[in-house]
C-alpha cells in the first residue's frame, strides 16, 4: 500500500521561485541553512560519486564576484548593459549557493549521469529552501559559464563547473503564477 505525504505532495504541486531581485533580508543564518544544504546533499547520484559540492556565497563574497564581472564582460564582448545587469546579479544579492559540479572519472558512470545529478542538487536546494519558508532562485548567467570567471571568484579545479546559484532571501513581494505545462502534451502513455 502507498505510504502518502499530503504536505509533501501538495508542496511540489504548488511550489514556486521567487525572482532574485524580489528577495531581500533576512537570509538564512548559518544554523537557518544547515538543514537546506543537507537535504540538497541528499540527492539521486549514481555510483555514489558526489560529483558536486557548494559553496555558500556571502555577501562580500558576492561583491568580490561582482568587481570581477566588468572585465569578464569586456572579455567576452558583452554590450554595457548586458554587463550591468550581470553585476547587479551579485552586487543586489545577499545570500546565494553556488552549486559546482565536479565531474569524477568513473568508467561506470557517464558524464551527463553526473551532470542530471548536479542539476538534481540545484532543484533540491532549491526546494528545500522554499520548503523552509524562503524565496529562492536558480540563477546561473553568463558569466557563471565563464570558465575563467569560475576559476577567479569561486577557486574551482580544473574540470568543475558551476552548474547553477540558488539565491536565497526573504521575499519581497509576490510575483504573478507562470503559466505551468499542459500535462496533456507533455505526457504520453505507453500501454503496450
Ligand atoms: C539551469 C537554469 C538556469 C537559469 N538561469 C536563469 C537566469 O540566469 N536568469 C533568470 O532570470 N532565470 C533563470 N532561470 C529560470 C529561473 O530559475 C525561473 O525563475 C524558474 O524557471 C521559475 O520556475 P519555478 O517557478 O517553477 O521554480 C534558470 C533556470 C534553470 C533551470
Known sequence: MPDPNPVALDFLLSRRSRPAKTLGRPVPDRDQLE???????????????????LVVLERAALDRLA???PACGERLSRQPEDIAKQTAQYADADLAVAVIASPVESPKIPQVE???????????LL???LAAGWGANWLSGWASH??????QGLDLAEGEWIAGLIHIGTETSAPPE?????LAAKV???GA
Open 114 to 124: 553526473q551532470t542530471l545529478s548536479a542539476g538534481a542538487v540545484c532543484l533540491q
Open 35 to 53: 538543514p537546506i544544504l543537507r537535504a540538497a546533499l541528499r540527492t539521486p547520484d549514481h555510483g555514489k560519486l558526489e560529483p558536486w559540492r
Open 146 to 151: 565563464d570558465a575563467d570567471f569560475a576559476r
Open 188 to 190: 504520453s502513455w505507453l
Open 127 to 129: 526546494n528545500a529552501a
Open 178 to 182: 507562470r503559466p505551468r505545462p499542459d
Open 67 to 69: 568587481g570581477l564581472i
